[in-house]
C-alpha cells in the first residue's frame, strides 16, 4: 500500500503544499487526483476525490479529458521529458486552447501570445515557434506553465516543479507560479521535498511519511512549533551556517516497505520517542492546535 | 601547502568541422587560482555550468587544463613523470554525484575497495580484508557488507562505500563533487555528519563542491563562488555568507533561502560567453563599465577577494 488514509482539503484560491521525501507517496497522490495511476498494478481501493463538490472516481474518462488540463492543470517536475519534443511550443499551448477552450480559431494565436507574455517570455512570436530543445530548462518550465493555465483551471497541481532547475532560475519560477496563483485565483497543490521553498510561499503544509498525513498546519506553525517527530527530525537534518561544527540530526533506519505494512504507528522504529503504544495502535491524526494536527500520540510540548 | 591551483584555464571542442578539427570552443575555467591548506574544507559553488565540476576534475587530474598548473604538495602535477603521478594519485581521491553510475554494478564492495590497494601494491593479502572491514565500519557500514553487491545498497549506502573507496589510498586531499546532491536530507545529513568526522579526526582535507550554498555553507571553512568559469568571490565562509560582496553571491544566498531573487533570465551559455563582466547581463547593479571591463578577482579586505568594482557599494 502506497497511501494508506491521506486526507487532503485545498480551499479556493489556497495553496497547500505536499512535503516528503522519496518513496513517500507525493507524486502517488498527484497522480490519484488525476486519475493517472499506472493501472494496473495500481489501483484506488476505497475513499473519495471530491472536486466542486464532485466524486471523480465517478467520471468516465471520457468526462476526465474535459476536466484534466481544463478544470485542473498540471505541472511536471521534467520539463524537457512533459513537453513534446518534435512539437512547436506554439501549437502545444494551441492545442489545450482548441479542446478546452472556446476562444474563435482566428483569435487563437494572439492568445498564445498573450500566455506567453504571462508567464514571462518575452517576444512570444519568436519562442512560440520553436521547438523544446531550442528553450533553456526555465523557458520549458514557463511554457509548461502557460499550457497549465491555457485551459483557465481552478486547481493547478505542480509536481516538484523546480527540482530540475539551477536555484536562481527556481526562484525566478516559483515566483512566476505565485504571481499566476493570484493573478487567476487559482489553488494550487504544491508538491515537493523543499522544506524551505515550502515556507515562503504555501498557506498550509502537509508532511507526508509513508503514505500518510502525519502532520499538517500553517507553515509558521509547522516550522516554528514541529509537533510529529518525524517533520522535528526533518528541520534538524537541514544544513545552516549556524549549526556550523555541530552533527546535524539524521533520522536513524529507513522508510518502511509499502509491501509489508507493520502494525502500529509506520515511523516507530526511527522515533526517538517511542514506546509500547505507538507499536501496539496506530495513532489517529488530531488537531493539536486549531487547524494544527498531529499524527502521534506523544507530540512535542514545544 | 597541500595543493595549490594557479591559473588554469580549460577549453572544450564543442562542435567539430568536416575533418574533425574543432571549430567552436567552449571555456570551462578561465584563470582560476586558489590554495588548500592540509585538514581544510574548501567549497566550491555555483549553478550547473559555471566550471565547478571541471575545476574538481582538473584537481585530480582527470583532466589537463589548457593553461596553468596544479601542485600537488609543492610538485606540478602534469610535469612529474607518470611513476611518480600514480604513486601520488592516491593521496588525492575523488568522490562523485551519482552513486549509481560510479560504482561498477559487477564488482563486489571488495572489489571495489581492493582495487586501490592492488593497483598501489600496498599491504599484503591477509591485512587487506582486516583493512577494508574497518574501513566499512569507519563509513557506517557491516563488515558483511564486503561480499554485497552495489546494487544491493540504498542510495546515501552507495555514497558511503564511494566515501569508503576514495578512503582506501589514505588520501590527503578528496574532491567531492555534489556527494549529497541527489540524496534525501535525512539521508544527506548523516553523509554530511560521517565528511565532516572523517575531516575532524584524519584531518583529510576536501574540496566540497556543491549547488547548495546551504550544504557549504554547513561544512566548509572557506568557500569560493564561481561564475561562468570564473571565481567571482572567495573567503572565510563567514565572511561569504554573512556580508556577501558580489551581487551573484547576494542572489545565491536569497535564493537558497527560498526567497525571491532580483536577477532575471538563466546563465548564459558558457560556449557564448558575454564580454566584460560575464554576470553583467543578469546583476541588477550592472552600469557601463560592467559591459566593457573583465573584472578580475581581488582582495577587497584580508582574505576576501571578489571580482567586482562596485562591491563596497551595493
Redesign the interface.
Request: proline residues 4%.
Given at each position: 500500500m502506497v497511501l494508506r488514509g491521506v486526507n487532503l482539503a485545498i480551499h479556493e484560491g489556497e495553496c497547500l503544499a505536499l512535503v516528503g521525501?522519496?518513496g513517500c507517496g507525493k507524486s502517488m497522490t498527484a497522480l490519484s487526483i488525476l486519475n493517472l495511476l499506472p493501472s494496473p498494478p495500481m489501483e484506488i481501493r476505497s475513499g473519495k476525490i471530491l472536486f466542486k463538490k464532485q466524486n471523480l472516481k465517478d467520471l468516465t474518462e471520457t468526462d476526465w479529458r474535459k476536466l484534466r488540463g481544463k478544470e485542473i492543470g498540471i505541472i511536471f517536475q521534467e520539463p524537457f521529458t512533459s513537453l513534446n519534443p518534435v512539437i512547436r511550443v506554439g501549437e502545444q499551448i494551441e492545442e489545450v486552447l482548441r479542446i478546452h477552450s472556446n476562444i474563435p480559431v482566428g483569435e487563437i494565436r494572439t492568445s498564445v501570445y498573450r500566455l506567453l507574455t504571462d508567464v514571462g517570455l518575452s517576444d512570444p512570436e519568436r519562442i512560440s515557434e520553436q521547438y523544446p530543445h531550442q528553450l533553456?530548462?526555465?523557458?520549458c518550465q514557463r511554457v509548461m506553465i502557460a499550457i497549465a493555465i491555457a485551459g483557465n483551471p481552478s486547481l493547478l497541481i505542480a509536481d516538484e516543479p523546480t527540482t530540475a532547475l539551477?536555484?536562481?532560475?527556481?526562484?525566478?519560477i516559483?515566483?512566476l507560479l505565485f504571481q499566476m496563483k493570484e493573478k487567476f485565483r487559482l489553488s494550487v497543490l504544491f508538491i515537493t521535498?523543499?522544506?524551505?521553498?515550502?515556507?515562503?510561499?504555501a498557506d498550509r503544509v502537509a508532511i507526508l511519511y509513508a503514505g500518510q498525513v502525519v502532520e499538517e498546519g500553517p507553515p509558521e506553525k509547522l516550522f516554528d512549533h514541529p509537533q510529529h517527530p518525524y517533520t522535528e527530525?526533518?528541520l534538524e537534518?537541514?544544513?545552516?551556517?549556524s549549526?556550523?561544527g555541530r552533527?546535524?540530526?539524521?533520522?536513524p533506519g529507513?522508510v518502511p516497505s509499502p509491501f509489508a505494512p507493520k502494525k502500529g504507528c509506520a515511523f516507530a522504529e526511527r522515533c526517538p520517542k517511542v514506546e509500547n503504544k505507538c507499536r501496539q495502535l496506530e495513532p489517529d491524526l488530531n488537531e493539536k492546535n486549531k487547524g494544527h494536527w498531529v499524527r502521534c500520540y506523544y507530540p512535542s510540548e514545544k | 601547502m597541500l595543493l595549490s591551483v594557479r591559473k588554469i584555464s580549460k577549453t572544450f571542442p564543442v562542435s567539430r568541422g568536416l575533418l574533425g578539427n574543432p571549430t567552436s570552443f567552449v571555456r570551462a575555467l578561465e584563470e582560476v587560482s586558489f590554495d588548500v591548506e592540509q585538514g581544510r574544507i574548501t567549497g566550491v559553488v555555483g549553478?550547473?555550468g559555471c566550471g565547478k565540476s571541471t575545476l574538481g576534475r582538473c584537481v585530480v587530474g582527470l583532466h589537463e587544463p589548457s593553461e596553468g598548473s596544479v601542485w600537488w604538495g609543492g610538485e606540478d602535477l602534469f610535469k612529474m613523470d607518470v611513476r611518480k603521478r600514480r604513486a601520488l594519485q592516491r593521496r588525492f581521491q575523488m568522490v562523485f554525484q551519482n552513486p549509481f553510475a560510479s560504482l561498477n554494478p559487477r564488482q563486489k564492495v571488495r572489489e571495489i575497495l581492493f582495487e586501490t590497494l592492488e593497483v598501489h601494491g600496498l599491504l599484503g593479502a591477509n591485512e587487506r580484508i582486516s583493512f577494508t572491514k574497518d574501513l566499512l565500519e569507519k563509513v557506517g557500514l557491516q563488515t558483511g557488507d564486503l561480499e554485497k553487491y552495489p546494487h544491493e545498497f540504498?542510495g546515501g549506502q552507495r555514497q558511503r562505500i564511494g566515501v569508503a573507496r576514495a578512503l582506501v589510498g589514505q588520501p590527503e586531499l578528496i574532491v567531492l563533487d555534489e556527494p549529497v546532491s541527489s540524496l534525501?536530507?535525512?539521508?544527506?545529513?548523516?553523509i554530511?555528519?560521517l565528511l565532516?568526522?572523517l575531516n575532524r579526526v584524519q584531518k583529510i582535507s576536501y574540496l566540497f563542491i556543491s549547488?547548495?550554498?546551504?550544504?557549504v555553507?554547513?561544512?566548509s571553512e572557506r568557500v569560493m563562488v564561481m561564475y561562468l568559469g570564473r571565481i567571482v568571490e572567495e573567503g572565510l565562509?563567514?565572511q561569504v555568507?554573512?556580508n556577501p560582496r558580489h551581487p551573484y553571491t547576494k542572489?545565491?544566498l536569497?535564493?537558497?533561502?527560498?526567497?525571491?531573487?532580483p536577477?532575471?533570465?538563466?546563465?548564459p551559455s558558457p560556449v557564448n560567453k558575454p564580454p566584460g563582466c560575464s554576470f553583467h547581463t543578469?546583476c541588477p547593479y550592472a552600469e557601463k563599465r560592467c559591459f566593457e571591463e573583465t573584472q578580475e578577482l581581488a582582495v577587497v579586505d584580508q582574505s576576501l577577494k571578489v571580482a567586482c568594482w562596485k562591491w563596497d557599494h551595493l
Open positions: 521525501e522519496s533553456s530548462g526555465g523557458m539551477d536555484v536562481t532560475v527556481q526562484a525566478q516559483l515566483d521535498h523543499d522544506l524551505r521553498v515550502v515556507r515562503n510561499h527530525g526533518l537534518s537541514l544544513p545552516e551556517f549549526h556550523k552533527p546535524l540530526y539524521s533520522i529507513a | 549553478e550547473s540504498s534525501d536530507v535525512s539521508v544527506q545529513a548523516s554530511l555528519n565532516a568526522g549547488h547548495d550554498l546551504k550544504v555553507g554547513y561544512l565562509t563567514a555568507l554573512q542572489v545565491l536569497a535564493a537558497s533561502d527560498g526567497k525571491s531573487v536577477v532575471k533570465g538563466e546563465p543578469r
